[in-house]
C-alpha cells in the first residue's frame, strides 16, 4: 500500500471539523458580504413545470444579463509572448468571501455570483484540476458540511438540508479548472415557491426521489445511477459508492470503461463529462453528452439556450432570457425534451449494472 494511502486511512477515522453553526456562519457571511457589495446576488422569478409529472423548478433572472466579466487572465510585463494565466478565483479568496476552513485540505467560500441565497463553494485548498476524479477527502469535507446542516439546531423548524453538486467535463456544465463542490440550502432553493399554488409541496430535491422506493415514481428522459447514503458513513464507504456509480456511468456512455481495471478507470482525467450530486440520502452520477439545447418558440425560432449543470440532478433549469422563460412556462414538454438531450437515454442505460 502507497504512504498516500495509509496517510488517507489514518485521516480517514477523524471526522472532518467543521464548525458546528456552519448554517448561521454562511448565513452571516453572506449577508455580510451581500450588504457591502461583495457578493453580487440575482434575484429570480421562479415557475414549478410537471413534464412527465415530474416537478422541475424553472427559474428566470433578470439581471443576468448583466453579470460582470470574469478578469482578464495575468501573464508576464516582460514579455508579451509568455502564456497567459487564467484567472484563478479560488487561488487566493478574498477574506470577505471565505466562511471557514473545513477539514484539512478544503475552504469553503461564497459564491460571488449567487443565483440562490447563501450559495457556498467547497475549494481544495491547493490546486487540483475540476477534471480529474474526485478524492475519499473531497467527499468526507462535503459530507461532513451535509451533516453540519442536518444536525444544527433550529429551534423547532425544519431542519436545514444541503444539495452538494460536482460538474466535470465539457458537458457538465463546469467553468472553473480549480476543483469545487457546490453547496445550496434547500431551503433557499425554496424561495419564492409559492404556497398558494402548492409549488412549495410539489418540488423536492430530485436525487432524493432517485433512492426511494416508495415515493420514486420518476421516470427521467436521461440516465442517472444513485446510492443511498447515510450520516455515518466514513470517506472511504463515501469514496468506494463514489467510484461504483462513476463505473456505472461510464458503462453506460460506452466508453470502453466495461471490465478495465481500477488503476486506469479511476487515474488522471475522467473518462466522461458527468455531474454528481449529494444529499444526507443519496449519492447520483449523471452521464453527460451535451451541456443543453436550443429552446424553440411556436413557429421554431430559436430564442436561447437551455445550459444546465449539477442542479438539474435537484430538480432545477436557469434561463437567462424573458424569451426562454416564457417559451418554456407556456411549453413544458420543451424542457422535457431537452433533459433527453443532454445525457444518456434512459432506455438506452436501463441494462447497465
Not at 38 to 58: E, R
Not at 105 to 116: D, G, M, P, R, Y
Request: with cysteine.
Amino acid at each position: 500500500m502507497s504512504p498516500d494511502m495509509n496517510t488517507l486511512r489514518k485521516e480517514e477515522m477523524s471526522p472532518v471539523k467543521v464548525p458546528a453553526n456552519l448554517p448561521d456562519l454562511v448565513r452571516a457571511t453572506f449577508n455580510k458580504a451581500k450588504a457591502n457589495g461583495d457578493v453580487n446576488f440575482y434575484p429570480t422569478q421562479v415557475a414549478v413545470l410537471t413534464p412527465a409529472s415530474t416537478p422541475f423548478q424553472l427559474r428566470f433572472s433578470p439581471s443576468l444579463a448583466n453579470k460582470p466579466k470574469a478578469p482578464p487572465s495575468s501573464s508576464s510585463p516582460s514579455s508579451g509572448h509568455e502564456k497567459k494565466k487564467p484567472f484563478n478565483p479560488f487561488e487566493n479568496p478574498p477574506p470577505q468571501l471565505t466562511v471557514s476552513p473545513i477539514g484539512p485540505s478544503h475552504t469553503l467560500v461564497l459564491n460571488k455570483f449567487a443565483i440562490v441565497p447563501e450559495h457556498a463553494i467547497l475549494i481544495t485548498r491547493t490546486f487540483k484540476p475540476q477534471t480529474h476524479l474526485l478524492e475519499a477527502d473531497d467527499l468526507a469535507a462535503t459530507h461532513a458540511c451535509i451533516r453540519a446542516y442536518h444536525d444544527c439546531p433550529t429551534e423547532g423548524k425544519e431542519r436545514e438540508e444541503l444539495f452538494a453538486f460536482f460538474n466535470c467535463g465539457d458537458h457538465s456544465g463546469a467553468s472553473q479548472p480549480h476543483r469545487h463542490l457546490q453547496l445550496l440550502p434547500v431551503t433557499r432553493m425554496r424561495d419564492g415557491l409559492a404556497y398558494e399554488r402548492e409549488e412549495h409541496a410539489a418540488w423536492s430535491v430530485l436525487a432524493n426521489r432517485l433512492t426511494d422506493p416508495v415515493t420514486d415514481n420518476t421516470r427521467l428522459p436521461f440516465a442517472t445511477f444513485a446510492e443511498k447514503l447515510s450520516l455515518d458513513m466514513q470517506a472511504e464507504e463515501l469514496h468506494a459508492v463514489y467510484r461504483r456509480l462513476y463505473r456505472r456511468a461510464c458503462n453506460a456512455a460506452k466508453v470502453g470503461a466495461v471490465g478495465m481495471a481500477d488503476e486506469e478507470l479511476f487515474q488522471g482525467e475522467a473518462k466522461i463529462s458527468y455531474n454528481l450530486a449529494m444529499t444526507k440520502d443519496a449519492m447520483v452520477v449523471c452521464p453527460r453528452t451535451a451541456e443543453g439545447s436550443s429552446v424553440l418558440d411556436r413557429e421554431g425560432r430559436d430564442v436561447g439556450k437551455l445550459s444546465l449543470n449539477g442542479t438539474l440532478l435537484a430538480g432545477t433549469a436557469l434561463v437567462k432570457s424573458e424569451d426562454e422563460w416564457n417559451v418554456l412556462r407556456n411549453d413544458p414538454e420543451q424542457l422535457w425534451k431537452i433533459l433527453g438531450s443532454i445525457g444518456i437515454p434512459s432506455e438506452d442505460a436501463s441494462t447497465e449494472s
